[in-house]
């Protein structure tokens, strides 16, 4: 069953629940689904049962399902920031994202981002960074590790673009 519930910032959150015979981890599930769906369709939080709680009538009973526990995990070990575009970009993403913590090695959407906050994520950081970020890096360096060497090499396209001329 999947549904949308409020998160602790009051954003809207695809959440899975399931029941399955063994212990299946989120970034299993993410990934497999990740292969049928677009990324905004994936569920932000999963949520293993015994059971499927049933209303009276056998129907499932979406108001009996429990929230999702603890913040999104990716399945990713933290690693934290080690450096100082890393240490920014973390903190931008805690805001954007309502998070505590972020690893660098974490993916954007799989801890619950999706196209509407890469928007945010990618005016914050030019605000913050001074670097104006195309939108489509986001979802091609999806992590702070990807990023921070994407923010990197605009600084060196954005010098390496400019002419040399004689007078200089």
Do not use: C
């Not at 913590?101 to 994520?121: D, P, Y």
């Not at 060196?156 to 673009?161: K, P």
């Amino acid at each position: 069953v999947v549904t949308a519930r409020a998160d602790e910032t009051g954003q809207k959150q695809m959440v899975a629940y399931y029941v399955a015979g063994q212990e299946i981890g989120a970034s299993e599930l993410r990934s497999e689904l990740g292969r049928e769906l677009p990324s905004y369709m994936v569920p932000s939080y999963f949520v293993q049962l015994e059971q499927m709680p049933l209303s009276p009538n056998g129907k499932i009973d979406r108001k009996a399902l429990p929230a999702p526990e603890g913040s999104l995990q990716s399945g990713a070990d933290y690693v934290a920031p080690r450096t100082w575009v890393e240490v920014k970009l973390a903190h931008i993403w805690q805001d954007v994202l309502g998070l505590t913590q972020v690893g660098v090695k974490e993916n954007f959407f799989e801890i619950g981002g999706h196209s509407l906050r890469a928007t945010t994520l990618a005016s914050k950081i030019h605000k913050e960074l001074n670097k104006p970020l195309p939108l489509r890096s986001i979802f091609e360096a999806p992590t702070i590790e990807q990023l921070a060497t994407v923010l990197e090499s605009l600084d060196q396209v954005t010098y390496a673009s400019i002419p040399v001329t004689e007078d200089r």
